[in-house]
């Protein structure tokens, strides 16, 4: 485990360098092992990849003539042990989200299909045959990162963003396949929308899915999108 500083205020621990669901259950375990601690003055845990990174106020771990910063390295540390001893990654939920693809909900499943030297209706069943793994939640509020997308589909970024993506659109940006919470800026593949709101500041938690979640897609018709406002 590598512990460096994020400013004056994070320690990021860095579990490993490669991406898979085995290295997750060990960001896991070890972001579960620090909120269970319960250490004063650690403001926010964040899972992602291959990282922990742990936010906590200074002040807090001032004192003593220690730097906070060695402090919470510490800290950090002795919390990897505990996971390091067998404690289980936390349990997670499969969670499954309707897509209407293409049409005006998906205009560049056309683009994805070419790429692929594949039908639009292939891209529709490739991505919702496969079965995904939320590495991270970030770049908006509840936006998942989810690894899994089949080889067939990866396709680059577009070369330029749209200003506004719809909330809800289903997007493939290289070898990760994603969904826009809400509107926003963006560089995605889009080749379909989900009806369902992946964040809601009235629900609690406001994000639907969390790292470590599984994830399906399943298709719908543009009536079915329709009917489910």
């Given at each position: 485990?590598?512990?460096e500083?994020?400013?004056d205020?994070?320690?990021?621990?860095?579990?490993?360098?490669?991406?898979?669901a085995?290295?997750?259950?060990s960001?896991?375990r070890?972001?579960?092992?620090i909120?269970?601690a319960?250490?004063?003055?650690i403001?926010?845990?964040?899972?992602?990849?291959?990282?922990?990174t742990?936010?906590?106020?200074?002040?807090?771990?001032?004192?003593?003539?220690?730097?906070?910063?060695?402090?919470?390295?510490?800290?950090v540390?002795?919390?990897?042990?505990?996971?390091a001893?067998?404690?289980p990654?936390?349990?997670?939920?499969?969670?499954?989200i309707?897509?209407?693809y293409g049409?005006?909900?998906?205009?560049d499943?056309g683009?994805?299909?070419?790429?692929?030297g594949?039908?639009?209706?292939?891209?529709?069943a490739?991505?919702?045959?496969?079965?995904?793994?939320?590495?991270?939640?970030?770049f908006t509020?509840?936006?998942?990162?989810?690894?899994?997308?089949?080889?067939s589909?990866?396709?680059?970024?577009r070369?330029?963003?749209?200003?506004?993506?719809?909330?809800g659109?289903?997007?493939?940006g290289?070898r990760?396949?994603?969904?826009?919470p809400?509107?926003?800026?963006?560089g995605?593949n889009?080749i379909?929308?989900?009806?369902?709101?992946?964040?809601?500041?009235?629900?609690?938690?406001?994000?639907?899915?969390?790292?470590?979640?599984?994830?399906?897609?399943?298709r719908?018709?543009?009536?079915?999108?329709?009917s489910w406002?």
């Amino acid at each position: 485990m590598k512990l460096e500083p994020l400013g004056d205020t994070a320690v990021v621990a860095t579990l490993a360098t490669r991406i898979d669901a085995a290295v997750l259950s060990s960001v896991l375990r070890l972001a579960g092992s620090i909120v269970s601690a319960g250490g004063r003055g650690i403001l926010d845990v964040v899972p992602a990849y291959t990282t922990v990174t742990v936010f906590y106020d200074p002040v807090q771990f001032s004192g003593a003539g220690e730097d906070a910063y060695d402090v919470v390295c510490r800290f950090v540390a002795a919390c990897a042990m505990r996971r390091a001893a067998g404690a289980p990654a936390p349990a997670r939920k499969l969670v499954e989200i309707p897509v209407c693809y293409g049409g005006e909900y998906g205009p560049d499943i056309g683009d994805v299909a070419g790429h692929a030297g594949a039908e639009a209706s292939d891209v529709v069943a490739w991505h919702a045959g496969a079965r995904y793994l939320v590495h991270a939640i970030g770049f908006t509020p509840g936006f998942p990162f989810l690894g899994g997308l089949p080889d067939s589909i990866c396709t680059p970024r577009r070369g330029t963003p749209r200003s506004r993506v719809p909330a809800g659109s289903v997007g493939i940006g290289g070898r990760q396949t994603g969904v826009y919470p809400i509107a926003s800026p963006g560089g995605w593949n889009i080749i379909g929308r989900t009806p369902l709101a992946l964040f809601s500041p009235e629900r609690s938690p406001a994000s639907l899915l969390m790292p470590g979640d599984r994830v399906r897609f399943r298709r719908i018709t543009e009536k079915d999108f329709e009917s489910w406002k």
